[in-house]
Structures are given as structure tokens and as C-alpha cells.
């Protein structure tokens, strides 16, 4: 029997609020370089250099902590935005972050020379000796340089997920090791009270959200009541259904269409999380996911047996009724991102036309739940459309290539006329998903009404 979670619409001002402190915390260093006589350094060009770096390395460190905090699930940043916004604005936040760090050490090590080119080398080995933190603050920068390097899309396709989660953990790393670097020889840190109580305040906050939040709570929904592994199921040859339960999951909130942290407790890599959306609706002691193989995490989820112990996180993403705007609503996945489409189209309340899901896959026989999403939306009044075929080669496009002679905006209007007037929430590979938002976009859905969620790292 159906679980019905309550809706939980979001406050709009979570977003905004959070907006105005993301631009407030560097504006505010900002304004401690200037009142602690940055601006008054500029009697010479080493000077200049110097307070310059100053204040890029200031800036930088107030980033990365954004960043941290943006990753550290806090549940009010987390419903506001949902991971694939976080996730965006991270990387944009990170590689502002590392620009400006790459900036202060040029800028510190001009400055310092006396902005003598000859000196620069000797500058560079003096300060890493003799210059209190220095050796910890460069291990620190190693550490965000090999985060970074593999942040980009070329080093992250060459990496399984499991290695690249490792490797960006190293985050964390090189944020501590920054701090005695800053105690020790940072003049800006300790030029008076007020920049000392900010600076440690915000590594504070900071620290306290990841331990809070990405290791306490999570630990303590899964452990206060145990919840385990019920049932594993093929789907076909490339995807597998597990089902967990136990007195634990009516605790979590959950909503349909929503994803977890998942962590199974049945030998080696149990460590090392794996998000899967939801794919079906909760119930007040059962959840379920249907992953692609695709990987050692997901290929060992069929190896596993009822009774293992599952730890979870969330649930997250923006994916869930309460995004809903319009009572009418069109559900779109591609491939693996049918599966929590299918869990949104048993969890919207609804009459019948209501709703319209449409399912992109390579072959039908690719369409993973295409039975349960025909039984459902017979029960409910619900349209399932399944779209077989390959890609259409030279376009970005959302449409099969056997559609390769529909313009794709009107392909979407020739299915469903009044996609204007829906919420529109879609779900697939990054390229298909923004050749679907771009259509639907032309077709006349507003921007708002557009809810992503991507499936990749």
C-alpha cells in the first residue's frame, strides 16, 4: 500500500536568503583587507604585489569554505537548490576559488622578491623553509590541485566513480591544511579582533556542517533503527532493483523522485557511497531503487543478499511534488533516468489526464519498468509515451533518430500541446537532458517550470 508523504513546499527564501550570504561573505573580506590598510600598502610595487596577494589568498580561502559548505548537505541549502544546482555552482565556486589561490602565490612570491624577477627563485625556497605553516599550506594547495585536475570532464570520463569520489574528498584536506598557514603567517587573519572571530567563525560553521551533517546524521538515521536490504530483483540485463525496508525509513522524509546515499554494509568498498534515485513511492517502512550496471558498485548490487545492513544519506534533489507548480505535470526520462519518474508519477496527487510521462530509451526492449509504468498510469488516467531509436547523428537532439525529421521543439508540442501550461521535470544524460530543456524552453515552458536532475558525477 502507497505511502502518501505530505507535500513540503520549500519557502522561496531559503534560496534568496542563502544568495545574500554567499555574496556577503566575500564582500566581507573584502571590507576587513580594506579597514586593516590594504588599500594603504600601495606605496610601492612590491607592496602592492604583497597586499594584493593578500587579499586573493584571502578571498580564495573564503571560497573554498563556501565550497565545503555547499557540499556539506545541509538540509535548508539542500531543498533550496537540490544537488544538481549545488553541484554547478560548486564547481563554479571551486575553480574561482583555485584561480584566485594560483594568483596569491604568484602575487605573495612577486611581492616578496621585491618584484625583482632574479629574486623569485630564492624568494620561493625561503619561503617554504623558513616561513612558519608554509610546508603544511603546500601540501594543502597539491592536495586542491589534484581535486581540481580531475574535476574536469576529459580526466573524470578516464576515472570510475568510486576513484573520482575518493580523489575529491582531498577537499577537505587541503581546506585544513590552509588553516595553520593562515594562523601562522597570515597578517589579515590576526590584524584585529573582528578578522579573527569572522576567520575562525566561518571554519567553525564549516566544520561543524560536515560533521553534522554528512557523517552524524546520516549515521544516526541508519543506526537508531536498523534499516536492511529486503529484496534484490533483476531488471533485464542492465539494471537491478533493490528494495530495503525497516522502522528506520518512516524517519527519512522521503518523497518520490528524491535520491539517497547509499552504503551497504556487505564487505569490501562499503565505505564508498553511490547515489540512487528512488523508483518507486516510499512507504512508511519500505524504500526502492532501480540502478544501471554500470560500474563495481552497481554490478555488485545483485550479489547482494536480504538482511544486509543499509546505511543511507537524505533523501536529496528537488525532484519530488513539492517542486510542483501547475496541476499538470509532464514526466520525461531517458534510459536509468526513467526511474524516478516513475516513482513521481505513484507519488503526485493527481486526477486523471493530469499527468503524461514520456520515456526515451535505444529498444524497447531498453525500457526498463515499462510494465509498471503501463499498470500505473492505466490505474491513475496517466498518457505513457515510450520513444525507441537511436540518436539522430549531427544533431543535438532529444528525439529519436526515426524523429530526425521533426524540428524538436514542435515534436514536443505535437505529443503533449499544452506542455506550456505543466511543470515539466526531466531526467537523463547531461547532453539529452539540455536538448530536451532547450525544446522545451522554445516550446513556451518557463524556465521555473523546468526541473533537472543529471545522471553523472
Not at 357 to 365: C, E, L
Request: hydrophobic content about 45%; overall charge positive; proline content about 6%.
Amino acid at each position: 500500500m502507497r505511502y502518501d508523504t505530505p507535500v513540503r513546499v520549500v519557502p522561496r527564501w531559503w534560496r534568496d536568503a542563502s544568495v545574500i550570504g554567499l555574496w556577503a561573505i566575500p564582500m566581507f573580506v573584502i571590507a576587513l583587507w580594506v579597514s586593516n590598510g590594504g588599500l594603504a600598502q600601495f606605496t610601492s610595487a612590491a607592496d602592492g604585489f604583497t597586499s594584493l596577494g593578500r587579499l586573493t589568498g584571502l578571498v580564495a580561502s573564503a571560497l573554498l569554505l563556501i565550497q565545503v559548505f555547499l557540499m556539506a548537505r545541509v538540509p535548508w541549502i539542500e531543498k533550496a537548490w537540490g544537488q544538481d544546482e549545488l553541484t554547478r555552482l560548486h564547481r563554479v565556486v571551486g575553480f574561482t576559488s583555485f584561480t584566485l589561490l594560483l594568483g596569491h602565490v604568484v602575487l605573495i612570491v612577486i611581492g616578496y622578491a621585491s618584484a625583482q624577477p632574479h629574486l623569485i627563485w630564492s624568494t620561493i625556497v625561503d619561503l617554504t623553509l623558513n616561513y612558519p605553516g608554509m610546508l603544511l599550506g603546500i601540501a594543502g594547495f597539491g592536495a586542491l590541485c589534484m581535486v581540481v585536475v580531475t574535476s574536469f570532464r576529459v580526466a573524470r570520463r578516464r576515472l570510475r566513480y568510486e576513484s573520482w569520489h575518493l580523489i575529491h574528498l582531498y577537499a577537505y584536506l587541503g581546506a585544513g591544511l590552509a588553516l595553520p598557514h593562515q594562523l601562522w603567517t597570515g597578517q589579515d587573519f590576526l590584524a584585529s579582533p573582528v578578522s579573527t572571530v569572522f576567520w575562525w567563525t566561518l571554519y567553525a560553521v564549516c566544520l561543524a556542517a560536515v560533521v553534522v551533517f554528512r557523517l552524524g546524521l546520516p549515521l544516526w538515521r541508519s543506526t537508531r533503527e536498523p534499516i536492511r536490504v529486503l529484496d534484490v530483483r533483476a531488471e533485464g540485463p542492465d539494471a537491478t532493483t533493490v528494495t530495503v525496508g525497516g522502522p528506520g525509513v518512516k524517519h527519512l522524509r522521503a518523497q518520490g523522485g528524491q535520491f539517497f546515499q547509499w552504503r551497504f554494509l556487505d564487505g569490501p568498498g562499503w565505505t564508498r557511497a553511490h547515489p540512487y534515485s528512488l523508483s518507486a513511492a516510499p512507504t512508511s517502512s519500505t524504500l526502492r531503487f532501480t540502478a544501471a550496471r554500470v560500474g563495481d558498485g552497481t554490478d555488485a548490487l545483485g550479489a547482494l543478499r536480504p538482511g544486509t545492513r543499509v546505511l543511507v544519506e537524505g533523501p536529496y534533489g528537488r525532484m519530488h511534488p513539492g517542486t510542483r507548480t501547475n496541476q499538470r505535470v509532464l514526466l520525461v526520462g531517458a534510459g536509468i533516468g526513467i526511474t524516478p519518474m516513475r516513482a513521481l508519477l505513484e507519488s503526485l496527487p493527481q486526477a486523471p489526464g493530469d499527468v503524461m510521462i514520456i520515456n526515451r530509451v535505444r529498444s524497447d526492449t531498453e525500457a526498463i519498468l515499462a510494465h509498471e509504468i503501463d499498470c500505473l498510469a492505466d490505474e491513475l488516467g496517466a498518457q505513457h509515451h515510450v520513444l525507441a531509436g537511436g540518436r539522430i547523428h549531427g544533431r543535438a537532439s532529444w528525439l529519436p533518430e526515426t524523429a530526425a525529421a521533426w524540428d524538436d521543439a514542435r515534436a514536443l508540442l505535437g505529443i503533449c500541446p499544452d506542455v506550456s501550461h505543466r511543470d515539466v521535470y526531466v531526467c537523463g544524460p547531461p547532453a539529452w537532458v539540455h536538448a530536451f530543456s532547450k525544446a522545451a524552453g522554445r516550446a513556451g515552458v518557463p524556465a521555473a517550470n523546468i526541473h533537472v536532475e543529471l545522471f553523472e558525477l
